[in-house]
């Protein structure tokens, strides 16, 4: 049976239960997804020569790490010739692009170094995501930025964050596209502190000064992002999710941003996502996969990816909700896990809209929930796979296993050519 053949089956069945796979088909073609930067070079950039710090890390030797900004575009570029659907891109303030010789600090950053990220957009027809770095850095004291005690460093990186809005704002006008300018800070204690309150209302400060750089609400869309823990501050984090969420509510055009790797275990952004919704006009997400302490292992097609899309689908929030991968392995192919992260987020979204949404609903709203069980159960193994096929046969990227390949061509012709 041909991928076409497949489908026209897979078709009819969905057909049958009230959802029109072409519908869903098309309409996922229109939906950006931001896609990170960072994967490519394990989250160090091109603005300094330390380690990756902020309580995030990457682990794994895997051969073939950009090195330059060339070298991450090229692995980019072969990354979403395999990714079916459309993309914005995800740039790190770190991956600024300085001409030979030339650096400024990070309260100093301008639009025109990132012009050749500007370029590589526009070339590809995509918007452009940003955020600062609040990390990786010897201005960070102590471990701190926003939330510093020393003045001198809260004014450094709060004049980083202004520096960002500015270069988000040029993103935006160059592309035509909103950019979503996102704040997250790794600042926090290993152990116990003894004031749990001062950093925050630091934090609060500086965050109120950032925003009072001016910019269009309609170009520029600042989040800030919480976090239950990083390594190493395990025991308090100044940006948790009470922290931003209400800041989030309580200044205008501000979002917030979960990151669903940045929660306690048994919490999921699946069920926050329509509580946020009930307020907040537009929500933004880092999707990722949290593994026990680590929150960001490569996104795969399991059960809560799943829950989290069919929420954004069913509570009409494609349009509400801004969505960007955020994830970092080091461990196998970097292009790969690339790849396999926005395949999967794609596969989300495509079986959500492939979801008998209304149907579900009146089950639910006549308490019909024996049915409800059944008809959710029966829907996990319908034909996703044909419809996903056909997907990706439109989109022009190979479907199935078929692109592997692809990965081990590049990978023997450029990356492990690389020092
Ligand atoms: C870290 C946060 C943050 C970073 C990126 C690189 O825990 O998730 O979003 O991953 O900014
Ligand atoms: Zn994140």
Redo the contacts with the bound molecule.
Sequence with gaps: MTIRDRYLAAKELYAAIGVDTDAAIAKLKEIPVSL?C?QGDD?IGFDHDGPLT???QTTGNYPGKARTPEELMADMEQAIRLMPGKKKLNV?ACYAIFEEGEHVDRDKIEPKHFAKWVEFAKARNMGIDF?P?F?SHPKVKDGLTLTSPDEETRKFWVEHGKACIRISEYFAKETGVPCVM?I?I?DGYKDIPADRLGPRMRYKKSLEAILSEPFDRNLVKPCV?S?VF?IGVEAYTAGSAEFTLTFAATHEGCLP?M?N??YHPTEVVSDKIPALLCYFPEIAL?I?RGIRWD??HVVLFDDETKEMAKEIVRCGGLDRVYMAL???DASINRIAAWAVGFRSWQKALLSAMCTPNDTLKKLQDENRLTELMILQEELKTYPIGDVWAEYCEQCGVPGGMDWFSEIEKYEKEVLVKRG
């Design positions: 990170h960072w989250v902020g309580g995030i790190h955020n770095t990390f996102n997250w790794g992002e976090k990083g941003l990151d790797g940045h880092h990722t929150s960001d955020d994830y970092f």
